[in-house]
């Protein structure tokens, strides 16, 4: 069903996106995967479609933050990844205990599971390609210990492909560091696949499908509509066509959909939030922000104040020269 809320995990299921899979398939056997999109474009569909043709494992980090989570989520992992390819997948992993299809990790009768040795073990006899999404929100020293694992990986396991993805495209090329001399992947080569929003024409055709599937006959106009609240982002379609489909009036979804992005803004500083409001009024240039900001808040902003903001903002995705990437977000800020 087109219009479920979780990510799709099969090539059957996914709307498009044949060209990203084609440059993902091509690139099986390098060591390095960067995939970039603004949160609901469909990076997580993309990728778990990717690992059906591939031997592989999905970890998702999002909201990792202990060692305790990062076990879980791997364990998580490699539950599906069992699931998919079965017992002999995991058969001779020291560390790695399948009971039925969960997974208990237990790293050579330590506690501490090493993200390096466990890639090498599972890449040992065959190409592995493991996926780690959302990885820009990990703190440190998970974050430091992944980006070393990526780095010894990239060097020394010849069989085996990372792909690191994330949301907040600035922090996500931050992570991985490849311009930073301090970071351990600095001046690696590595692949870019980005995940763009559909195009109009697309996006008219996601609705149109999502609708037909589940039996509900809507006129070309709710079809628009949805196209010119959302755009064409799928994450955003889906949450429009579901709610249509239950027979929600079109202002209580949009109602709903702005207090779901508002909630996703509450991680902002106060800073931030003053900015975001400047531009959702429409400000598009650093002087009109500043303005802008200074008015409402009858305060002087240091200039390097408000450019630390600025650049924040554009690291998380949330806007891109003074405009925003998602028109859900700019509804938020403009309340
Ligand atoms: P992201 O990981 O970028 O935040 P997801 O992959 O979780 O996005 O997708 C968000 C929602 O949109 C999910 O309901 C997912 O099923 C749907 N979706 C995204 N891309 C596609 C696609 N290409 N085809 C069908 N559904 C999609
Ligand atoms: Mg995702």
Same mark, same amino acid.
């Given at each position: 069903?087109?219009?479920?809320?979780?990510?799709?995990?099969?090539?059957?299921?996914?709307?498009?996106?044949?060209?990203?899979?084609?440059?993902?398939?091509? +690139?099986?056997?390098?060591?390095?995967?960067?995939?970039?999109?603004?949160?609901?474009?469909?990076?997580?569909?993309?990728?778990? #479609?990717?690992?059906?043709?591939?031997?592989? !494992?999905? %970890?998702?980090?999002?909201? %990792?933050?202990?060692?305790?989570?990062? =076990?879980?989520?791997? +364990?998580?992992?490699?539950?599906? #990844?069992? &699931?998919?390819?079965?017992?002999?997948?995991?058969?001779?992993?020291?560390?790695? *205990?399948?009971?039925?299809?969960?997974?208990?990790?237990?790293?050579?009768?330590?506690?501490?599971?090493?993200?390096?040795?466990?890639?090498?073990?599972? #890449?040992?006899? @065959? *190409?592995?390609?493991?996926?780690?999404?959302?990885?820009?929100?990990?703190?440190?020293?998970?974050?430091?210990?992944?980006?070393?694992?990526?780095?010894?990986?990239?060097?020394?396991?010849?069989? /085996?492909? !990372?792909?690191?993805?994330?949301?907040?495209?600035?922090?996500?090329?931050?992570?991985?560091? !490849?311009?930073?001399?301090?970071?351990?992947?600095?001046?690696?080569?590595?692949?870019? %696949?980005?995940?763009?929003?559909?195009?109009?024409?697309?996006?008219?055709?996601?609705? @149109?499908?999502?609708?037909?599937?589940?039996? #509900?006959?809507? /006129?070309?106009?709710?079809?628009?509509?949805?196209?010119?609240?959302?755009?064409?982002?799928?994450?955003?379609? %889906? =949450?429009?066509?579901?709610?249509?489909? @239950?027979?929600?009036?079109?202002?209580?979804?949009?109602? +709903?959909?702005?207090?779901?992005?508002?909630?996703?803004?509450?991680?902002?500083?106060?800073?931030?939030?003053?900015?975001?409001?400047?531009?959702? &009024?429409?400000?598009?240039?650093?002087?009109?922000? *500043?303005?802008?900001?200074?008015? /409402?808040?009858?305060?002087?902003?240091?200039?390097?104040?408000?450019?630390?903001?600025?650049?924040?903002?554009?690291?998380?995705? !949330?806007?891109?020269?003074?405009?925003?990437?998602?028109?859900?977000?700019? &509804?938020?800020? &403009?309340?």
């Amino acid at each position: 069903m087109l219009f479920d809320p979780r990510p799709k995990a099969s090539r059957g299921e996914l709307f498009d996106r044949e060209k990203e899979l084609k440059i993902l398939d091509d +690139s099986v056997g390098k060591p390095l995967i960067v995939v970039a999109g603004i949160r609901r474009v469909g990076k997580s569909s993309l990728l778990m #479609s990717f690992l059906e043709n591939w031997r592989g !494992v999905y %970890v998702d980090l999002r909201d %990792v933050r202990t060692r305790a989570d990062l =076990y879980r989520k791997l +364990s998580e992992g490699l539950s599906g #990844s069992l &699931r998919r390819l079965g017992e002999g997948f995991l058969s001779h992993i020291r560390g790695v *205990r399948a009971m039925g299809l969960e997974v208990e990790l237990k790293w050579k009768g330590t506690d501490s599971v090493s993200i390096s040795g466990l890639v090498e073990e599972l #890449s040992a006899e @065959e *190409r592995t390609v493991f996926v780690f999404d959302e990885v820009q929100g990990l703190r440190p020293p998970l974050s430091l210990e992944l980006r070393n694992a990526v780095s010894y990986v990239y060097d020394n396991v010849p069989n /085996s492909t !990372v792909v690191l993805s994330g949301s907040e495209i600035g922090l996500l090329k931050d992570f991985v560091g !490849v311009d930073n001399p301090e970071s351990p992947l600095f001046g690696r080569y590595y692949t870019e %696949v980005r995940v763009e929003r559909f195009p109009r024409s697309l996006s008219m055709e996601f609705l @149109e499908r999502g609708f037909k599937e589940a039996g #509900s006959g809507v /006129s070309e106009d709710v079809v628009e509509r949805g196209v010119e609240l959302f755009d064409g982002i799928p994450g955003w379609l %889906v =949450y429009y066509g579901m709610a249509v489909v @239950e027979g929600r009036d079109m202002d209580e979804i949009l109602e +709903s959909a702005v207090s779901l992005a508002e909630a996703e803004m509450e991680k902002l500083s106060d800073r931030e939030k003053q900015v975001v409001k400047a531009i959702a &009024r429409g400000a598009r240039s650093w002087a009109e922000v *500043r303005r802008a900001v200074e008015e /409402s808040s009858g305060a002087v902003i240091p200039k390097s104040a408000l450019t630390r903001a600025v650049r924040r903002l554009e690291k998380l995705s !949330v806007i891109q020269g003074y405009q925003f990437l998602d028109p859900v977000y700019e &509804r938020a800020a &403009r309340r």
